[in-house]
């Protein structure tokens, strides 16, 4: 029996918790300490904060990997989730391994806008995205980002007179479409942009970094 449960102890997954961007949502979680690399599978479950069913995910029952998506299963974005993992192995079940509450709203990351240079000998045009979530329209589009936040775009441009470090704020805002002027013929110029959640106060990572020459 004490072996047993040593076993049970010992398969029993580690650090249960949800990763999100852009609202594709995932628990992960890490394998027990056993040492010698047994065939161990694992059981997914999740369930809404305040309900007491927990719902079995059935394409993460009886899975190898350490993940498994629950972007449809998060999809009411506002209400905050729960998952839970449990292993198995030569027949012994560990006991589940609960994740800390997630919220979708508060807590996935929010992606950079993707941005579309277009310039002239006197000016940068440039065009931006937003984000888009997994959830999709009855016409099938994914629905953006900016359905689900009020999201302000931060513009910085580089030059190669400059510092390549040196990024300089260009523009701070919602408009989708900004033009950058005064700008010095043959210089080359990179731009990058950011999302930003006023209501979380917090910045995407940068979006990749679109370079032109005038």
């Known amino acids: 029996v004490l072996e047993n449960q040593d076993l049970r102890d010992s398969i029993k997954p580690q650090k249960v918790e949800f990763h999100s961007f852009n609202f594709n949502t995932s628990l992960h979680w890490q394998p027990g300490r056993a040492r010698e690399p047994r065939d161990i599978i694992y059981f997914v479950q999740y369930k809404v904060y ?86 999709r329209r009855k016409r099938g589009s994914k629905i953006p980002m900016t359905n689900y936040y009020d999201l302000l775009y931060h513009v910085f441009i580089t030059n190669n007179l400059l510092d390549k470090h040196d990024k300089v704020l260009m523009y701070e805002g919602k408009e989708k479409i900004i033009k950058i002027e005064d700008l010095r013929p043959g210089a080359s110029y990179c731009i990058m942009a950011k999302t930003y959640v006023p209501a979380l106060s917090r910045s995407s990572p940068y979006s990749s970094r679109q370079c032109t020459v005038l």
């Open 50 to 135: 305040g309900q007491s069913t927990w719902h079995n995910k059935d394409d993460c029952w009886g899975i190898q990997n350490h993940c498994c998506d629950l972007t449809n299963e998060t999809s009411d974005i506002r209400e905050p989730y729960y998952g839970r993992v449990k292993a198995v192995s030569d027949g012994i079940y560990s006991d589940w391994s609960l994740s800390c509450r997630f919220t979708p709203w508060q807590e996935s990351m929010i992606g950079p806008p993707t941005i579309t240079v277009v310039h002239s000998n006197k000016f940068i045009l440039l065009k931006l995205q937003a984000p888009r979530s997994p959830y």
